[in-house]
């Protein structure tokens, strides 16, 4: 891989919304002096909203405990107005049914604000270019429940008169049966010999293809295929 598959760090447009005055301000000067280019804050969700789709972040730093509009609806909204937004959870909250939430409203990874500085830097390049990350223990749980929503029962099959799902080639739906394994983009890259951005070329075509809209619909639609245990 070449330097050319990730984002240089000053082209990343970073948003950082909390409801805490010093800790928001402390995660945007850290981000800032590292070279990532800070294009907003907010407060509050109403704000979040507005001020994001103004400033047009690539990364969303979010907090999900907001007045005005939870993080989870900030999150829903953005994604829902612009599907190339990632978002990473920055949370004091490590409970699951907080973790799942977010990542079920568009989240591309959930950090605890326990996580150090540098760790939250590289998280945010590695959601600047579509990697979930999560808090170690985490990412385990979020497979686990993809692996159960897909046990679950789905809409009914399409009859003989509705047209056939898309057929994917057979690199794409290796690259798909390795995100349904919970691999990230870059360990996808390093398993097939390719760059980082060939593994995400391939991930935006299969999810054209099969008119899904984000990661999470993606990993879902192979583990109901079954793709995960081959």
């Not at 760090?9 to 981000?31: E, N, T």
């Not at 280019?37 to 001020?51: I, L, P, S």
């Not at 385990?140 to 009914?156: C, D, I, N, Q, T």
Request: proline content about 6%.
């Amino acid at each position: 891989m070449t330097d050319s598959d990730t984002m240089p760090q000053g082209s990343i447009k970073v948003m950082v919304v909390d409801d805490h005055p010093m800790w928001r301000d402390a995660v945007a000067r850290d981000l800032d002096a590292s070279g990532f280019d800070v294009v907003a804050t907010a407060g509050d969700g109403d704000q979040a909203v507005r001020r994001a789709k103004a400033a047009a972040p690539d990364v969303l730093v979010l907090d999900l405990n907001l007045p005005a509009k939870p993080g989870v609806q900030v999150c829903k909204e953005l994604v829902a107005a612009n599907p190339a937004l990632r978002v990473l959870v920055l949370s004091a909250s490590g409970e699951h049914a907080d973790v799942l939430e977010a990542v079920k409203s568009g989240a591309t990874g959930y950090l605890l604000k326990s996580a150090s500085t540098e760790e939250l830097l590289d998280a945010v390049r590695r959601t600047a270019v579509g990697d979930p990350v999560f808090t170690p223990g985490l990412a385990g749980l979020v497979l686990g429940e993809y692996r159960r929503l897909a046990s679950e029962p789905g809409p009914a099959v399409p009859d003989a008169g509705q047209p056939r799902a898309p057929e994917l080639t057979d690199r794409e739906t290796e690259v798909l049966r390795l995100v349904a394994k919970g691999l990230s983009y870059k360990q996808i890259a390093e398993r097939l010999v390719i760059s980082h951005r060939t593994v995400q070329n391939h991930v935006q075509n299969t999810l054209g293809k099969l008119q899904l809209h984000n990661r999470v619909e993606l990993v879902r639609y192979a583990i109901e295929r079954g793709l995960d245990d081959e």
